[in-house]
């Protein structure tokens, strides 16, 4: 079982940064890929990033890329996700989410444990 406590989501005017954070519980983060993912009003929950467990493997939503950088530091059971150059689409709550087997990495599906979600702002 993994707990997942997003952080750092906030208001920021368009072209701001925010540097998301997710802790996790357990003694075997380093076992887990773990994705961010965003909800806005009224949409489907979409892919952002995903990095595997060990942080060789990354995998980027195609318009997050240059912009949206995804780390993890397994000493402190972290993922942090780094957006830059951020507008007003980005407006969403973002989930991180953990997978044992992330036989799909895009897919909201193949995620086993999620956060609460942590609301990001872009004002214009």
């Known amino acids: 079982q993994v707990q997942l406590v997003e952080s750092g989501g906030g208001l920021v005017q368009a072209g701001g940064s925010l540097r998301l954070s997710c802790a996790a519980s357990?003694?075997?983060?380093?076992?887990?890929?773990m994705g961010w993912f965003r909800q806005a009003p009224g949409k489907e929950r979409e892919f952002v990033v995903a990095?595997?467990?060990?942080?060789?493997?990354?995998y980027y939503r195609d318009s997050m890329k240059g912009r949206f950088t995804i780390s993890r530091d397994n000493a402190k059971n972290t993922v942090y996700l780094q957006m830059n150059s951020l507008e007003r689409e980005d407006t969403a709550v973002y989930y991180c989410?953990?997978?044992?087997?992330?036989?799909?990495?895009?897919?909201?599906?193949?995620?086993?444990?999620w956060g609460q979600g942590t609301q990001v702002t872009v004002s214009s």
């Open positions: 990095i595997s467990g060990s942080g060789g493997r990354l």
């Open positions: 989410a953990a997978s044992t087997t992330p036989t799909n990495w895009y897919d909201p599906r193949y995620y086993d444990y």
């Open positions: 357990g003694r075997t983060f380093s076992m887990y890929a």
